[in-house]
């Protein structure tokens, strides 16, 4: 072995100690930013005996990334009914405040109990009245509010489309970049870093698999199986509906010209985003609507007769939306409640007539039916539909607020495992950095006594 | 990787997570404990929510029947109070007619006292509470009864004179047997007093009685009617001595007339003791349905209370072992972001 070897071995030592610093120093950079990956490099003997950076590995555990996209969807599509569900759940209340339907009508039945115990008395009456205004408002309110949900859950899905197509063009390049340094041989732990942020940024709003191909290839499909991108991109549409109208059905996604929400849908999502937003908008906010059409329905038939009728509505089918107190029976709209004491009765006129209060208030007990559509009990006295309105209501937040922390549970544990599994560790890199600095010492040290060798010997020759 | 790899992130985020979970769950259990009730009472109770609501409504009716049944209590006790004045009322006329001695000066006197008895009849039967008349069955806006001189006095000179053919007061009086009189009194006198003639002379009232639902399923009558068959036979009793111009009459025909006048006052005295006992029946039936649902009432808040109440005592130990764990939590992080290698290197 010559001193020209020697030295040789010394300079790539140097030179590889320089790119081991400068990928530690990325590394450093890169330790606040959860979406890249440590790396290393991967270091080759060379033929005399020195060595050469070879290549740079990227920490990587395919399976903890796989576990943590789609802990992400999980958890996205529960955020987003459990938000809803929050809103949602204002038109219950606490109990005590009395601000559900079903305890407006539980005053209403008090009201006319008290007003049938003394129906001589028109102050009784105007209280009657009064609840009863209190329940068409509170419907008409809900109706709107639950209308302005629906709106919002269809703008939340309309502003993630947009976003799932502006990711996937982002993520076609980053896929390229990578495919082709592979292809290349080349760097390409950036790019991979790059293109893993995106796919779990795609599932916060779509539920995807990510089926790995040749060349670091990436395809994307739904996690109901439909194709988001394979060698391109599948365009991901929806028709938004802007302003809803009581009854009105929205668009829904389609993804590759498939639905993937919606009852129609031959390959359902099952997480992200959209399919929380599409779940509230389309199940559960008009399930709960309906349940207040048909207590104002019913409200209106049992309080029906003649010019006593307490309530009017517009018919079916947005019967909460357009329910109001009559004008015959309201003082203020020009009647009077001695109608509503006698309905199509007492010819007599006698002040203190009762039978039609208290036929009221049996028939506000009555068992009746109502649309099995509303998830609640088909043949039920309206207090109680009323009331297991609100019970149903308390029943999917509690639910899902319980889901949502558990699958809040999982990302994060998902993300810490995947965290350690290919974060960086400061402390080890500075070691290393250590390591690294004491390894140019020594091949420059070994350089210079390399030279100070052949000055010796071109000293003596 | 190993398992043993961790990287900084990790380490720094763990305490920052802990906190925020801690903190969230500081605010409820405060929130708790202050009030003793959950902090979310909905997502507490999930389905069991609807149940609280309609315990609420049933506590909040149970509440109004107790209230109008006070009101109901009050028309019962003027009701009971105007019977029993009206019976007393009965039993004077009827004390002074058993001690009416014979001569024309009693009959004169007899004859004012009807009249007053009449009038303070009317003013019993009249009586109001709270702008309702509490004679008046469900009518309640009119007053019942009529006082003798606006009506009933005239349709009864009619039939007297329709009768006999000589005007009340008439000297020709004095030639009416005692059989015809009899016989006037309990035909086309006592008419008078049925229907339609009292109805049309007499009262108002309507016939139907004030039904009130005292509990939730149980409903009783609570009030009676001028037109009851007490009331009418104490005014025919009245009337007969008012009304007949008794002080005309022969001897042996007014003997006849206030024979049947005792009569009927004795049977309406015995009548209105038993008006008495029945509206004396819905008092107590009001007391007993009060009784059981106030007891209902207590056993429905105490239902509610205990699934809407959170233990404070608990939530005193969960906010001690919170506040040591966020406390901790702060010192850990504090601690884990000055471990670093370069404090050392």
């Known amino acids: 072995m010559s001193l020209d070897v020697a030295a040789n071995i010394a300079r790539q030592s140097l030179i590889a100690s320089q790119y081991q610093l400068s990928l530690s120093g990325r590394n450093v950079s890169a330790a606040a930013d959860p979406d890249r990956a440590r790396v290393a490099p991967t270091l080759a003997t060379t033929i005399d005996g020195g060595i050469r950076v070879a290549g740079v590995r990227r920490a990587e555990d395919t399976a903890v990334y796989n576990r943590m996209v789609a802990a992400t969807a999980a958890a996205a599509e529960r955020d987003a009914v459990l938000s809803q569900m929050n809103v949602l759940a204002q038109s219950v209340g606490d109990p005590q405040n009395g601000t559900s339907i079903g305890a407006m009508i539980g005053e209403l039945q008090s009201a006319v109990a008290n007003y049938a115990n003394a129906p001589d008395d028109p102050l009784f009456g105007r209280t009657v009245i009064e609840r009863a205004h209190d329940i068409a408002d509170k419907l008409n309110r809900v109706t709107s509010d639950m209308l302005l949900l629906r709106e919002q859950a269809d703008a939340e899905m309309a502003r993630s489309v947009d976003e799932v197509n502006r990711l996937l063009v982002e993520f076609d390049a980053a896929n390229d970049a990578v495919v082709q340094g592979t292809v290349r041989g080349t760097d390409i732990t950036m790019e991979l870093d790059r293109r893993d942020a995106l796919v779990a940024d795609i599932a916060q709003h779509l539920g995807v698999d990510v089926i790995r191909g040749e060349n670091n290839d990436y395809a994307l499909y739904t996690d109901g199986g439909v194709t988001l991108y394979e060698h391109g991109i599948r365009t991901v549409s929806f028709a938004r509906t802007a302003v809803y109208t009581p009854g009105a059905n929205g668009g829904q996604v389609f993804v590759d010209g498939l639905e993937v929400t919606g009852p129609d849908a031959p390959m359902p999502s099952r997480t992200g985003a959209i399919v929380g937003n599409a779940a509230v908008r389309d199940t559960i906010v008009p399930t709960f609507q309906l349940q207040m059409d048909e207590i104002a329905r019913e409200l209106t038939t049992i309080f029906a007769d003649g010019t006593g009728s307490l309530f009017v509505n517009g018919g079916g089918p947005d019967f909460a939306g357009t329910i109001a107190v009559a004008a015959d029976v309201d003082p203020a709209q020009g009647g009077t409640v001695e109608n509503l004491r006698d309905g199509t009765g007492n010819p007599g006129g006698f002040a203190a007539f009762s039978d039609r209060l208290f036929a009221l208030g049996d028939a506000l007990t009555a068992v009746t039916t109502f649309d099995p559509q509303t998830e609640l009990a088909s043949n039920s006295r309206l207090t109680d539909f009323a009331t297991e309105s609100a019970g149903w209501v308390e029943a999917i937040r509690q639910t899902v607020t319980i889901q949502a922390e558990t699958e809040q549970a999982i990302l994060i544990q998902a993300q810490d495992a995947l965290s350690r599994a290919t974060g960086v560790n400061l402390d080890d890199e500075y070691a290393q950095q250590l390591m690294i600095e004491r390894n140019f010492n020594a091949s420059s040290r070994l350089i210079g006594i390399i030279d100070e060798m052949f000055e010796t010997l071109l000293r003596i020759t | ?345």
């Open chain 2, 1 to 345: 990787m190993d398992a043993s790899s961790i990287s900084t992130a990790a380490l720094r985020n763990q305490p920052r997570l802990d906190i925020q979970r801690i903190q969230s769950e500081l605010i409820d259990r405060t929130r708790e404990l202050s009030s003793s009730r959950h902090a979310d009472v909905g997502l507490e109770l999930g389905s069991g929510t609807g149940r609280m609501i309609s315990l609420r409504n049933e506590a909040m009716l149970l509440e109004t029947l107790m209230r109008s049944n006070q009101t109901a209590q009050a028309r019962l006790s003027l009701t009971q109070a105007g019977l029993g004045d009206i019976r007393e009322n009965a039993s004077d006329v009827l004390e002074a007619l058993i001690s009416l001695p014979p001569g024309f000066e009693s009959a004169e006197l007899i004859e004012s006292q009807g009249l007053a008895a009449l009038d303070r009849l009317a003013d019993r039967l009249n009586a109001s509470d709270g702008g309702s008349f509490v004679f008046s069955g469900i009518n309640t806006s009119q007053p019942p009864f009529t006082r003798f001189q606006d009506g009933p006095s005239a349709a009864v000179e009619a039939a007297f004179l329709a009768r006999f053919g000589i005007p009340v007061g008439d000297p020709g009086a004095s030639a009416i047997t005692a059989a015809d009189m009899t016989d006037f009194l309990n035909n086309e006198f006592a008419a008078l007093f049925d229907d339609p003639a009292w109805a049309n002379e007499w009262s108002d009232a309507s016939s139907t009685d004030i039904v009130s639902r005292i509990a939730v399923a149980e409903r009783a009558t609570t009030g009676t009617n001028a037109n009851e068959q007490a009331i009418r036979t104490v005014a025919e009793g009245f009337a007969m001595i008012a009304g007949l111009g008794v002080s005309a009459l022969s001897q042996d025909t007014r003997t006849a007339l206030i024979t049947e006048a005792r009569l009927r006052l004795g049977q309406a005295t015995s009548d209105l003791a038993r008006l008495q006992s029945e509206i004396g029946f819905a008092q107590n039936a009001i007391e007993r349905a009060d009784e059981r649902m106030s007891l209902a009432r207590d056993l429905i808040a105490e239902t509610v209370v205990e699934a809407e109440g959170a233990d404070p005592a608990e939530a005193k130990v969960r906010v001690d072992l919170l506040t040591t764990q966020l406390e901790m939590s702060y010192a850990l992080t504090g601690q884990i972001a000055r471990l670093s290698i370069l404090n050392f290197a």
